[in-house]
Structure formats: C-alpha cells, structure tokens
C-alpha cells in the first residue's frame, strides 16, 4: 500500500488545482499507483515530495493523467453529419462569425479537423477555433502539428494533399490550418468557461469523469453555448437526461441548446 489516498488527492488538488475526486477512483487509482510504482517511489507522501521539487516529474504526471487517444475526423459518419448538416445550419442561423471551442482537444487533431471541416464552407481567414486542454505537453505536440500516418488516415484525400507535407515518416500541418487554432490551457473542472458559443465539441473526454462531474461540464457548455448553438460529443458518450439539462437532441452526438 502507498499510504492515505485521500491525504494524496487533497496534496495533488493543493499543487495543480486538479480535483481527482471528480474522475471514476478505482480506474484513476491504479493508473497513478503504476506510474509512482515506475518512479521507484514507496508512498504517495514521497511521490508529492518528488513532483514538488522536479519541475519534470510535475509535468510527467499532469501529462499521465490526461488521456490522449486522438486522431483525425474520428469516426467519419459524424464529420460527414457535422459538414453536411450541422455547419451550414449554424452559418445560416449566425452568420460567418462562428465562435468555435474545441474542449479537451489533447493533440490538436480535433480542433485542426474542424478548421478542415469548416474551410467547405468558409473561407479560411473567417474560420477560428479556440482548442483548450489540462496538459500542457499535449498542446506544445499540437502547437507543433506533426502526426504520423495513423492519426491522419481518416483525414479526405483532398486535405492531405493540399495540408500535409510528409517529413520523415510523419506529416506536418500546414501554417495555413495552424493559424486559425488558438491554444489555451483550460480545466474543464475549475476554469471559467468561454461565451458565446455557437459549436462546442467535447469528444470521448468525459467518459472518464464521475456522473456528478459530467452533469455539471454538461450544465456548464450549456451556459457558453448560444440559444441554439451546438455541442457535439463523443460516441462512448451519451446524456441521458439531456432535457434536464436544457438540450434538445439533434442525432445521437449533436445537441442543441434549447433556451
């Protein structure tokens, strides 16, 4: 045993402002328990002692506790909906200046798939995307926008041709796309969240948090969205009480706003 886990939470919230009590404990348990077993460390007293004084350690375990499985236009069926219907639905509604966030985007192929997505029906200097993530060495791997094949496999022939340049065995993004996502840190447990949203995408993120915490990430995209602006989730997530919540279901990973 590595000692008081709940001593430990209390510890890791006071350094990073991250709130372990809001992800599924026995899951979030083990995975810290392997990662302090691989730092050769015997309790969870010492493992807060070791990220307090080794700034690299720090960002280790900021970066492990953040999940990142990611890739380009993630099951295709869904971008195919969002192009086809959903975009011109809210540039007709709104306008051009369409306010984008892309929550949780771990390594950027989200938001950049957007911008992808968008470019269909807007010209790229009216396409912005705010692209916020817990983990900072994700967004520099974002930031940096090189991929290998696998992530970008899903991506339409038409964009790899004309936005990646294959360097090595990876692919590198073009400034073009690049320019038009903005990257922030952002909690989604504790930072205040943006206004005025008319597209919030949060994808395969909050599977990992409590049934309290996602109601209340739920309730919180609901106040940034605009009447009748768009969250569009993940397919290993549902809303069970969506109405509740003032959503009104579009298909199965779109929602609408209802007030």
């Not at 447990?189 to 996602?214: M, Q, W």
Request: glycine residues 4%; proline residues 3%; charged residues 30%.
């Amino acid at each position: 045993m590595l000692g008081d886990y709940e001593k430990f939470k209390k510890s890791i919230f006071s350094l990073t402002q991250i709130d372990l009590s809001s992800y599924k404990e026995k899951q979030m348990r083990r995975r810290i328990d392997t990662l302090i077993t691989k730092n050769k460390v015997s309790s969870y007293d010492a493992y807060v002692e070791l990220i307090k004084k080794d700034k690299e350690k720090f960002e280790q375990f900021v970066n492990f506790l953040t999940i990142n499985v990611s890739e380009f236009y993630r099951n295709p069926e869904q971008w195919k909906l969002l192009e086809n219907d959903i975009i011109p639905e809210l540039i007709h509604k709104f306008g051009k200046n369409i306010k984008i966030w892309s929550a949780a985007c771990s390594t950027g192929d989200e938001p950049y798939s957007l911008v992808m997505a968008f470019s269909r029906h807007l010209p790229l200097n009216q396409i912005k995307v705010i692209a916020t993530d817990l983990d900072k060495q994700v967004l520099d791997t974002a930031r940096m926008g090189l991929y290998n094949e696998k992530s970008i496999s899903g991506v339409p022939e038409e964009f790899k041709k004309k936005y990646f340049t294959k360097v090595g065995n990876s692919y590198q993004i073009s400034n073009e796309i690049k320019s038009r996502v903005e990257f922030k840190e952002h909690n989604l447990l504790k930072d205040p969240y943006p206004s005025g949203c008319h597209l919030i995408v949060c994808r395969n993120v909050l599977i990992y948090f409590t049934e309290e915490a996602k109601e209340e990430i739920y309730k919180k995209f609901n106040s940034s969205l605009v009447k009748d602006g768009i969250l569009f989730i993940g397919s290993t997530e549902q809303i069970m009480n969506y109405k509740e919540l003032n959503y009104q279901r579009k298909s199965s990973f779109f929602f609408s706003k209802e007030n």
